[in-house]
């Protein structure tokens, strides 16, 4: 140590890193790559655990939301319910109403219930502010995340119905309320302002409970705040159980897919770091021979090869993890629309662990080669750079030169097999990559199926409704799980059905309108199953109701009458298989009907069923789902529909586009984000490895170039020695993603509460694996084209004297 | 005693006119300027001390690198002007090389080595492999094909080199230091070698620091010293 003392060592180091700059730079881009994807694989991860739990801690969530008559509980009388037994926290009394909002292209979204709160800020719901500002005067509102969806950004304005004196609102901000108390807020004047008959104000009160873990807990508090007002004063109340469990569900399709990025990115980075150091060092060996030639103990060549091996890597690892705390930005963005919450952020702890694990796999992976170099004898550390290979390899280029190829082709083909540890480190990369390009795109395949399939009802141009009881059309606070209301307190905001209307003479209105190419009806009634406890809903189509059919998981859609079509949740729920049949009373009379089908249904927790409306003699068609001829306006459709059937109590409206779903759009966004992620650093360990064994065999391409190899063979020669490792990578990749598909989606069914049809499983066809396949060969000619770029520039001269 | 050339009325194989190389814009160039003509069947010997360019001079001959200065001309084509891919063609077609360390590919046996260079010029399997045999047989090295270069003695790889850079029969040899890592046995065998295909009409150009070599194989010597031509004589007025 005396006559190298840290001087010495630091100029080692220094030199070694700045001699090869390319080399240092692509390790520390391959390394940054690989952090920045194993910050937002982690995050992503510590995102997808139990995200409405946290936000509604964060939010002091209300326990019960609960909707009074203003009529008959003053505010006084409201804010007493705060002393109530049990009760620790309250807000409000807010005015709640309900809105049915025009788009700017003329169409419906669902009803809205619209709070009236003069600030975001309180304590219970402490709503969080994602964009924009609160509601200052009328004329402003602020919309859920899930209300925005993708076609409303703040500026963007909607009328607040299809009144012709209708206010236009514009949206100021964009809110998150983990316990969901409402879709939307503006001032409480505006609420009050844009109450009804058919939609009067009503006041909300949020409460947090001293012990809300139960269901029974909950009802208990319901009770004491009924008895705490005068009677029939509150019209309904919503449990945040409810909530969660929606939450949970709707959350819990994503995280098995989060899960499955998280693990392929972070394993990818471990993989590509722990590769790309370990080659840099194992290239150095005559380096080394040198300095320990040269009067460097063994213990002084390590230090400096891992402190070599760590300034690139180290800049890559805190570049690598400001790059991943910005990419998880955007996708936090989107977890937090899809999960219903906001303010997700980086765990400053997933910084930490990436850094440090970061840090130890390029400690771990450059000590290894640089101790075996510190314990090789001198002369052999000099003699490796120099000295005929091995002789690993040598039977494969024995066999590649047989084959009906180029000469240049097949020289590279044989080369991974000189290296095979590095070889195998490629291979891992571009079979990962190919996972997550497999993965990704069935994902995405899947998730547009499940789209499709979803609520077939939206999938019509026009609803049409005539005026006769229809689909429920529910806003604000679902009663409470368990809750027994009165059956004379109506639900909190629920419409008012209007004027009943003659179902048949919208019927032959419908019919008599130019422009109708098919239409069916359909209507919702409560039902009880034999069987099933407290009611069911029932969905009951009248006409040829193909177009409104669900994805059938099994069996078949209904066809006539004495026929029930369920979802999977019925069929466990009850015990019953496809062929069985269950006694299903409406109004007083029973019906047998044998179950057809199990149909692919997420859009509830409920057990709702499908049958024919023929079967129950009582309902009438509450809509007629239209579908109109190519080329006809759905909006100009309505308006002129809307016309004919108003004054038969009837109404129609343009299905707006905006109401789709935006999880598809975002979770196919956020697939298409870490597959580019994945695939980069793939391709940037393909990068590295052909980079060191270009260097490496610098001398043999000088010698190939000397012999007369042209540049364009000797890139032939440098991508062959990538191709195989493509294909296989490809061969390993499809079926890897495949499989995990297929483990994958049935997770996220389980999920949701259901199994998946054939047509959201089975999304690879043959051409599409194939062109799969090919990806890793994309992948790890992509990886290998600079340097092949640079092997076929370099000087034959220079590579000739390179040692 | 810096006559530049050999008589006008022979064919070249190699013109070297105002040829000059820098490596630094602002140094001295690392050769020339040099005028240099290389007759068909000559054997060209370059001896010189370390730096005094003779391998810049083999460089620029070989189409491995280019003169900053003047023209080169090898085989009736002028071959500073042409792009990297013609440089190949050419070098792979017209010119054969001997390397001091072999230069031979350790993952390939002789057999392949030697067909390498007819392999890249896109000449059938078969007909590569016939006229390896016949150089193997002509070297005897033909108990080595399937050998790799690693089991050799460095007199058996330098045939084998020697072998791979006759494989396209080549109008020039260029050979850098061919016994400079050879024993005195070897060195000696290589030497036969050269003397025989020199006999045999082959245009040879040998960068050598061994005189004896030089004296041995050459029927003409240049002696560069600093980039430039020091001594131009024929072997005869050496010896």
Redesign the interface.
Same mark, same amino acid.
């Given at each position: 140590m005396s006559g190298f003392g840290t001087g010495a060592l630091g100029r080692v180091v220094r030199s070694g890193v700045g001699r090869r700059r390319v080399q240092t730079v692509v390790i520390a881009v391959a390394v940054m790559m690989a952090v920045a994807s194993a910050v937002v694989a982690g995050s992503l991860m510590v995102a997808a655990d139990a995200p409405f739990d946290k936000a509604f801690a964060r939010q002091n969530g209300a326990h019960l939301t609960a909707e009074y008559d203003p009529a008959k509980a003053s505010t006084a009388q409201l804010e007493a319910t705060g002393r109530v037994d049990g009760v620790t926290a309250t807000a409000g009394p807010y005015p709640v109403t309900s809105i049915r909002p025009v788009d700017g292209g003329g169409g419906h979204l669902r009803p809205v219930t619209l709070a009236g709160r003069s600030a975001a800020h309180a304590d219970v719901d402490d709503l969080e502010l994602s964009l924009g500002r609160w509601a200052e005067k009328p004329g402003e509102i602020v919309l859920t995340t899930q209300v925005a969806g993708p076609a409303f950004q703040l500026g963007s304005t909607l009328r607040s119905s299809d009144a012709a004196d209708a206010p236009t609102l514009t949206v100021v901000g964009i809110a998150v309320s983990a316990g969901r108390s409402a879709d939307a807020w503006a001032t409480p004047a505006q609420v009050t302002a844009l109450a009804s008959k058919d939609t009067p104000v009503t006041s909300q009160m949020l409460y947090r409970l001293d012990s809300a873990d139960t269901g029974g807990q909950i009802a208990a508090a319901r009770k004491k705040l009924t008895a705490a007002v005068p009677q029939g004063a509150l019209l309904g109340t919503q449990s945040y159980l409810d909530t969660k469990r929606a939450a949970d569900t709707s959350a819990a399709v994503t995280i098995p897919f989060l899960i499955a990025f998280g693990v392929l990115g972070i394993a990818m980075s471990l993989i590509i770091v722990g590769s790309v150091v370990s080659g840099a060092v194992g290239t150095s060996l005559r380096r080394i021979g040198i300095l320990k030639a040269i009067g460097f103990t063994p213990r002084e060549v390590v230090r400096a090869y891992v402190a070599q091996a760590l300034i690139p890597a180290g800049a890559g690892i805190a570049l690598g993890v400001v790059l991943g705390n910005l990419l998880a930005v955007p996708l936090l963005n989107d977890t937090e629309q899809v999960y219903g919450t906001a303010s997700l952020t980086v765990a400053w702890w997933v910084d930490v662990v990436v850094v440090v694990a970061a840090l130890l796999v390029v400690g771990i992976a450059a000590l290894v080669p640089a101790l075996r170099a510190g314990r090789l004898r001198t002369v052999e550390a000099i003699a490796v750079g120099r000295a005929p290979r091995t002789g690993r390899g040598q039977w494969a280029h024995r066999a590649a030169g047989r084959l009906p190829l180029p000469r240049a082709v097949t020289y590279g083909l044989a080369a991974p097999f000189a290296h095979p540890v590095r070889t195998a480190a490629m291979l891992l990369a571009v079979a990962f990559g190919t996972v997550a390009a497999t993965f990704a795109l069935g994902l995405t395949s899947s998730l547009t199926a499940v789209a499709e399939a979803g609520d077939p009802e939206s999938r019509a141009a026009v609803t049409v409704f005539t005026g006769a009881d229809g689909p429920t059309v529910t806003r604000g606070p679902a009663p409470a799980a368990g809750t027994a209301e009165p059956p004379a307190a109506p639900e909190p905001g629920t419409a008012e059905p209007p004027a009943a209307a003659d179902p048949a003479r919208v019927r032959a209105a419908v019919e008599a309108q130019p422009g109708t190419a098919s239409y069916y009806g359909k209507t919702q009634a409560d039902v009880t199953v034999g069987g099933v406890s407290g009611t069911a809903r029932a969905s009951l189509y009248e006409g040829d109701s193909r177009s409104g059919a669900y994805e059938m998981i099994s069996g078949h859609w209904i066809t006539g009458r004495g026929q029930v079509v369920v979802p999977s949740r019925f069929l466990e729920k009850t015990g019953t298989e496809l062929g069985d049949t269950v006694r299903v009373t409406h109004q007083g009379r029973t019906q047998t009907l044998r179950i057809v089908g199990e149909a692919f249904d997420t859009s509830d927790d409920e057990l709702e069923i499908h049958a024919d409306l023929a079967d129950f003699p009582a309902a009438a068609p509450g809509v007629f789902l239209v579908e109109v001829k190519p080329g006809v306006s759905a909006t100009e459709y309505a308006r002129e529909l809307a016309a004919e059937i108003q004054p038969l109590g009837g109404d129609a409206h343009a299905n707006s586009p905006s109401e789709q779903d935006g999880l598809l759009l975002i979770v196919q966004a956020m697939a298409a984000l870490l597959t580019l992620m994945l695939v980069s650093v793939a391709g940037l360990g393909v990068l590295n490895s052909v980079v060191l064994d270009t260097r490496e065999r610098v001398h043999d391409l000088g010698v190939c170039k000397a012999l007369g190899m042209s540049p364009r063979q000797t890139v032939g020669l440098v991508l062959a020695s990538v191709a195989g490792i493509g294909v296989l990578g490809g061969l390993v990749g499809v079926p890897a993603g495949f499989a995990l598909h297929a483990y994958v989606l049935p997770v996220m069914g389980d999920a949701a509460g259901t199994d998946l049809p054939p047509s959201v499983l089975d999304v690879y066809d043959t051409p599409r694996l194939v062109l799969l396949g090919l990806a890793g060969l994309t992948i790890a000619l992509l990886g290998a084209l600079l340097p092949a770029g640079w092997a076929a520039r370099a000087r034959t001269a220079t590579a000739l004297r390179t040692e | 005693m810096t006559s530049p050339t050999s008589p006008t009325t022979t064919t070249h194989v190699i013109e070297l006119a105002g040829v000059a190389k820098r490596y630094d814009s602002a140094g001295a160039p690392a050769l020339g300027p040099l005028d240099l003509a290389v007759a068909q069947g000559e054997a060209l010997a370059v001896t010189g001390p370390s730096g005094s360019g003779k391998?810049t001079l083999l /460089?620029l001959v070989?189409g +491995?690198?280019r003169p900053t200065e003047g023209t080169v001309t090898v085989d009736g084509r002028r071959i500073d002007r042409l792009s990297?891919?013609a440089l190949?063609?050419?070098?792979?077609?017209r010119?054969g090389?001997v390397?001091q360390f072999f /230069?031979?590919?350790?993952? +390939?046996?002789v057999a392949?080595n030697i067909q390498?260079?007819a392999?890249?010029?896109?000449t059938a399997r078969r007909q590569a492999a016939a006229r390896a045999g016949e150089l193997m047989e002509l070297l005897a090295i033909q108990k080595h094909a399937r050998a790799?270069?690693?089991r050799l003695s460095g007199g058996e790889r330098q045939r084998v080199a020697v072998a791979?850079a006759l494989v396209?029969r080549p109008a020039l040899l260029l050979a850098d230091e061919p016994t400079g890592a050879l024993d005195t046995a070897s060195g000696q065998d290589v030497r036969d070698l050269l003397v025989d295909l020199h006999r045999g009409g082959q245009t040879i150009v040998l960068v050598t620091h061994d005189l004896a070599l030089a004296e041995a194989c050459a029927s003409r010597s240049i002696h560069l010293v600093d980039g430039h031509l020091a001594l131009d004589t024929t072997v005869e007025a050496v010896r």
């Open positions: - | 391998s /460089n070989a +491995l690198d990297e891919h190949a063609r050419f070098r792979r077609e010119i090389m390397f /230069n031979l590919l350790d993952d +390939l046996t392949d390498l260079p392999q890249l010029t896109g790799y270069p690693g791979r396209n």
